[in-house]
Nanobody
Framework: QVQLVESGGGLVQPGGSLRLSCAAT????????MGWYRQAPGKARELVAI???????DYADSVKGRFTISGDNARGTVYLQMNSLKPEDTAVYYC?????????WGEGTLVTVSS
C-alpha cells in the first residue's frame, strides 16, 4: 500500500507560477513511476506529466514547455513546477504512483488560475 499527500495548490494570476509537491509513504520500494493528473469541473481526469524510475518524462501537449516534473521515485517524492499558468489550467491536481502495476492517488490539491 502507498499513501500520497499533495501540497502547493492555491490561487494564482494568469502568467504566474506554482510548485506542487507530493510525498509517498508506505511500501514505496515498489514504485515504478510517479506523476500528476488533473481534473477540471465537468471534465475527465487527464494526465499532466509522469516520470519513471529511469528518469524518463512525458507531458500532455497542453503543458509542454510550461510545466516541469521532477522527483525521486525511490524516495517517493515528485514535484510539478508550473509556469506561465493559464485559466484553463484550473483544476484539482492529483498525485499518482504506480506500485507493482497498480495506481494509487492522493486526495488532490486545487489550483485556480484567475485574475
Amino acid at each position: 500500500q502507498v499513501q500520497l499527500v499533495e501540497s502547493g495548490g492555491g490561487l494564482v494570476q494568469p502568467g504566474g507560477s506554482l510548485r506542487l509537491s507530493c510525498a509517498a509513504t508506505g511500501m514505496i520500494s515498489g514504485i515504478s513511476a510517479m506523476g500528476w493528473y488533473r481534473q477540471a469541473p465537468g471534465k475527465a481526469r487527464e494526465l499532466v506529466a509522469i516520470i519513471t524510475n529511469g528518469g524518463n518524462t512525458d507531458y500532455a501537449d497542453s503543458v509542454k514547455g510550461r510545466f516541469t516534473i521532477s522527483g525521486d521515485n525511490a524516495r517517493g517524492t515528485v514535484y510539478l513546477q508550473m509556469n506561465s499558468l493559464k485559466p484553463e489550467d484550473t483544476a484539482v491536481y492529483y498525485c499518482d504512483a504506480v506500485h507493482w502495476g497498480m495506481n494509487y492517488w492522493g486526495e488532490g490539491t486545487l489550483v485556480t488560475v484567475s485574475s
